[in-house]
């Protein structure tokens, strides 16, 4: 039990004690044949407030688990990629981590006009979430996202957090107005620096792909080419039977 428990449960206990006592200080005398009814309404009210004080407490150091369950899908999947139970539970974490810093940001952006410009222009949510996508596709390249998932994305949240409190200042100082411009100087660059994550993270697709074209090409190429060589060389056979 926590410090705060155990002085809630001891504060309750003494509310009901003071309460049982002062209602039989008034019960006594009335058995005797005298009135005390004051003490017997001063003692249910202690018994009331007890009974009130645990009910309005609330329990604490409770936090829940972000982390969804697993499905026998995903979990037969993952296992597919080579992955043991403790790298599923670690990946899956770190997931759920990121999409509550992500979801942060989104709402924070809405709490200010510059900010949604420069999601606008950069991206900021949308590059965001199209990497944590990106990391679920591929979870056995998650080292390659460690500068997005504890660096970039962390301190972009952060800075637009300390952004808004600022910009909240009743009063603004010309020093509060070159730092609001300079925290939106580097979030943008964050924003940037995020695409740039986005971009290495997925290139071997993108090089994959580029493969795949190539191969497609010019597989259709020769495709063409025989097709075209086919009635030549029957003309040619005409000629010769002459």
């Not at 407030?49 to 688990?65: C, D, E, G, I, Q």
């Not at 660096?151 to 952004?163: A, G, M, Q, S, W």
Request: hydrophobic share 40%; aromatic share 6%.
């Amino acid at each position: 039990m926590s410090r705060k428990d155990h002085f809630g449960s001891g504060t309750r206990g003494i509310l009901m004690l003071l309460g049982v006592f002062i209602m039989l200080g008034g019960v006594v005398p009335m058995c005797a044949g005298g009135r005390h009814n004051t003490l017997l309404g001063i003692g249910a009210v202690f018994i009331i407030m007890a009974f009130l004080f645990r009910k309005k407490r609330k329990p604490t150091n409770v936090s829940p688990n972000p982390t969804p369950p697993l499905s026998k899908k995903m979990q037969a999947h993952y296992h597919e990629l080579g992955m043991q139970d403790e790298d599923i539970a670690f990946f899956r974490a770190q997931m759920a981590e990121a999409k509550e810093k992500i979801d942060h940001l989104q709402a924070s952006i809405e709490k200010s006009p510059k900010l949604k410009a420069v999601d606008l222009n950069y991206g900021m949510v949308r590059v965001s979430q199209a990497m944590f996508q990106a990391i679920v596709d591929d979870p056995m390249n998650l080292s390659s996202a460690g500068d997005f998932l504890y660096r970039h994305l962390p301190n972009l949240v952060n800075l637009t957090d300390k952004y808004i409190e600022i910009s909240h200042h009743e009063v603004k100082t010309k020093d509060t107005w070159t730092v609001l411009a300079k925290s939106i100087e580097v979030i943008t660059q964050l924003s940037q620096t995020i695409q740039d994550d986005y971009t290495a993270f997925v290139h071997s697709d993108i090089t994959d792909m580029d493969a795949e074209i190539q191969t497609a090409t010019k597989n259709i190429h020769d495709h063409d080419q025989s097709d075209e060589a086919v009635p030549h060389e029957s003309a040619e056979g005409k000629d010769q039977t002459k």
